[in-house]
């Protein structure tokens, strides 16, 4: 079945970085564009970007010059590069196909991420 396994978050500082990365099964990873979403508490869950099977990426306007995508298809894993990180960034962060398809019902546990002084 489509499973989804993120980690890598953590709490960090204001203007700090944190990497995080995801691996996936049950399909043809390669296939697919692949997605970072993140839902805050009391809000809907959003795309932060996603990066097509050829290499191209879109990032919301909220994280564009900050945040970066990258897969590696022979690891079936996408990642997710964050820098200058703001307390705005405070959410649940999840990987799923996305972009330029529906995501799989089938969700991962995410991985938190905490901006704080």
């Known amino acids: 079945q489509v499973q989804f396994v993120e980690s890598g978050g953590g709490l960090v500082q204001p203007g700090g970085s944190l990497r995080l990365s995801c691996v996936a099964s049950?399909?043809?990873?390669?296939?697919?564009?692949m997605g970072w979403y993140r839902q805050a508490p009391g809000k809907e869950r959003e795309l932060v970007g996603y990066?097509?099977?050829?290499?191209?990426?879109n990032y919301a306007d909220s994280v564009k010059g900050r945040f970066t995508i990258a897969r590696d298809n022979a690891k079936n894993m996408v990642y997710l590069e964050m820098n200058s990180l703001k307390p705005d960034d405070t959410a649940v962060y999840y990987c799923?196909?996305?972009?330029?398809?529906?995501?799989?019902?089938?969700w991962g546990q995410g991985t938190q991420v905490t901006v704080s002084s």
């Open positions: 799923n196909t996305g972009g330029t398809t529906l995501p799989y019902d089938s």
């Open positions: 990066i097509t099977s050829g290499g191209s990426r």
């Open positions: 049950g399909f043809t990873f390669s296939s697919y564009a």
